[in-house]
């Protein structure tokens, strides 16, 4: 059975491992000691605990069909006459688009503003990672 220890969970969720303790305190979340006595989380809770997070009414999602959003900061913005580059630190993750000039002016983005990424794609890649 695959474990996660505090700060792997918490970075899978996208949260501060005090924000996870937290959230484990209140019990929302279970834990279990493991051999050496850290709080550990086993991968089928975690996946529960995460389907329950991401189902949480959202106010965007209601208006659209697509369900992968990633909500981070604005870390650069590249604009030439026509088009524009924006990217978007969420989490541990950098999410590029490209977008029109005109679309980065009329939402007001600047480095330094929070974005969602809304990502509907028909082609996703899933690789699994050597835990």
């Not at 541990?92 to 809304?118: H, K, N, Q």
């Amino acid at each position: 059975m695959t474990t996660f220890r505090i700060g792997e969970a918490a970075e899978l969720l996208g949260v501060s491992p005090d924000t996870l303790r937290r959230w484990i305190d209140s019990g929302r979340l279970a834990a279990a000691r493991d051999e050496h006595g850290h709080r550990a989380i086993t991968g089928a809770d975690l996946a529960a605990f995460a389907r329950e997070r991401a189902a949480a009414p959202d106010a965007g999602a209601a208006s659209s069909s697509a369900r992968n959003r990633l909500r981070g900061i604005v870390t650069a913005i590249v604009k030439d006459q026509v088009m524009a580059q924006v990217d978007l630190q969420v989490g541990p993750f950098r999410v590029v688009s490209l977008m029109s000039r005109e679309a980065v002016d009329e939402l007001g983005l600047e480095v330094g503003s929070l974005g969602t990424a809304v990502v509907k794609s028909t082609n996703v890649v899933v690789e699994r990672a050597d835990h």
